[in-house]
């Protein structure tokens, strides 16, 4: 395999560290085109501590790629694959942690 590398040109090790990079990109760029994101409502925000609870029960669930909590909004934002959760999931994991929520219109 050392044999292999050595045997190639500058510019061929090159092509091939731009090709590996991109296929990387291309591969990524699809797994972020199936995400979906969602808002939450959840109201039964009382102090600033309430978004961190409700961030870490949601970051649980499988397939929640991103969550941010905002209290001053009272507002959930959830980014996950559909394959592996869904929003009725999400909306049960909240009320399980003590926030019931609902989907933001």
Known sequence: MISFFRSLSNTNILSLVLVTVSL????????????????????????????????????KVPGVVKVKSDFATKTASVT????????????????????????KK
């Open 80 to 103: 996950f694959n559909p394959s592996k959760t869904n929003v009725e999931t999400l909306i049960k994991t909240t009320a399980n942690a003590g926030y019931p929520s609902t989907l």
């Open 24 to 59: 990387l990109a291309v591969s990524n760029m699809a797994s972020a085109a199936e995400n979906t994101t969602v808002v939450l409502d959840v109201p039964g925000m009382t102090c600033k501590f309430c978004p961190v609870t409700i961030r870490k029960a949601l970051e």
